[in-house]
């Protein structure tokens, strides 16, 4: 019921206090910053778009968001508007436009076939005629289905309590599992009960055309893959507090005698959205048809992600035969062919493996883990050897590092606080930096975007190429590191600075450091990173609690290629944030990512870690990590939900070949 929304029309504002104005109905969060509704409620917004409203916690303030609809079952508006006008399967996904937390429900992985039907409930908004909104719940029986689901119109319908207008996209939840197994469509023209769609239905949105080169591609595999990272990370998270889905459901003692316990399931789910897609549902049904035939072989909606395959054989008979069955389904997961790769792909097989190992261990017999560890050691792929279809498309080629760029210097004025005098000059591949303009009057930071609006957009002028936009290096004292200059809008009508191009930060001030052998460090580890594939350590945070930042010397034994990566920092919690930033820019790193933005107390670090190592992965040397930043501060403000994690992001990226002016290098301007 938390997780349940309100969806209104895309007005200035929203209804405050519960008002009913621009009400269209009722939705719910299936996975982070995505809502799953009825197609007939999200297509009655203008340009498709619609106002999110819920409430974040209970006895919060309303939160409204806007949403953008990505797809919708059917996707074009029917041709006999009004009740009944809209067919089945009739559901949209919702994709919010701004990051924002909030819970999710779980959603069931077993296709509406294999529900025993039984009770229900189900829950959303309603005006009732009143003019002021508000939340109903209610209980049906499923007394069955009408329609053909070879032909997308199968409903379920139930009979029960009142159901009441604005109800349609509300969550319908079987009680004996705890599951979201529906969503509700429409009532009856009776006094009771209504219909509601199988959650399943969503599989049969269209595949993207040509090979998924990521998950972003595909939005049935973005969502499913999230919602099921969304609970196992809160499920596994050491630090969290919450109980989760699956801790309410080992209390109820939801999963005895099945397979797999609520909280091996939600484990398992988190560790297969690890891995890339199925290559395609065919190579899925494959791999399911290859297991022994204690399965159900007919899919009424055919499984399209590794959670659909799964979600086939928790019903297999024969004692641990069903256990057995998800076992190899695993192993069969792990070696599969892939759309595409990552760089945490390896890890994420491992991790699988280890779940299997482990849980083959506690229940199963010698002879079958024997089988398993051949499996995996005959599965396993050679170094540099990936079970690819087509490549994924390589990262955007960097301009030569010669290629002119615009530098930005702020200076404290040191008998003003919080003032700063500044330059703006553009850097050529001689290392001199020619200048455009500079004001040592003093300026507020709050000041600073319009004050140097004009000026930055000539820099830049004289520097980008078409479809080829310069980078721009912002040089800050360490007391304005998290100075969000690529959030800047320059014209202020404009797009932010960091999604028209890559934005990175410099100190002002460094002071010497030589390694052993007497040479530049800093320079060594920037070649490094130049030429080694990098890699990123997180230095300040692990199992989702703060730590110290390592001292300098112990920064400084980290090998040469090493991206230190900040989770904490933007928790401000003391001085240990600017300490430890300090630290790490005392260590000789030429690259280094750290978060703007707090944590909410209880989110939990592991996407951050994760995507960050995957980030810096691909980029893989230092000339091209500008680049992915500035791809993904792109896809946060295209509302693009798995780059929502990158959310203010600083990318520390110094060139001590390429010094900062101070000893000649700003020329005198002409």
Known sequence: MAATVRIHRPEPGYAPDGSDRGFLGSGFFIAPSWVLTCAHVAMEGEGRRVNVVFKPDPGSAETAVEGAVVAALPESRPGTPGPGGWPAPDLALIRLLRPVEHPCVYVTERPAGMFGGGSVLYTGWTGGGSGQLTRFSGRCQVMGTFGDWAEDDEQMRLDGDRMYPGLSGGPVVDLARGEVVGVLKSRSDGTTGGTSIGVERLRTLPVPPGTVAAESDDPYQSVFHAHDRYHADRHTSPVGTERTWADLQRELGAGAGLALSPQQRVDLLGRLAELPPPLSTRSLLDVLDRLPDSHPSEHHAAPRGWRDGLGTLYDAPGGDGALELILRYCMSAISAERPYVLPSTPHAEASLWEWVRRTAEDRLSRKFRHELAGLWHNGRRAPGVEHLRTPAPALEPVRARSAPYVLLQLEARGWERDRYDWRIGVGQHTGDVLPVAEDSRGTAPQALPARLAGPLAEALRRCDEPDDPAMLQVALPEALMDLEVDGWRVPPDGRPLGVLRPVVVRRLYHSPLQADDGTDEREARWNRTMTAA????????????????????????????????????????????????????????????????????????????????????????????????????????????????????ALFWDDPHHPLPGSGQFLEAP
């Open 534 to 649: 990098m890699r990123a350590a997180v230095v300040d945070c692990e199992d989702g609690m703060r730590v110290p930042v390592p001292v300098v010397e112990e920064l400084r034994g980290l090998a040469y290629e090493t991206v230190p990566v900040l989770c904490r920092h933007g928790d401000r919690d003391g001085p240990e944030a600017a300490a430890g930033l300090g630290r790490v820019l005392d260590g000789g790193f030429g690259v280094a990512l750290w978060r703007r933005r707090a944590a909410e107390p209880v989110t939990v670090c592991t996407q951050y870690h994760r995507r960050a190592a995957d980030a810096v992965g691909e980029a893989r040397t230092a000339e091209q990590l500008p680049r992915k930043v500035h791809e993904l501060r792109r896809g946060v403000h295209a509302a693009r939900t798995e780059m929502y994690w990158s959310h203010g992001v």
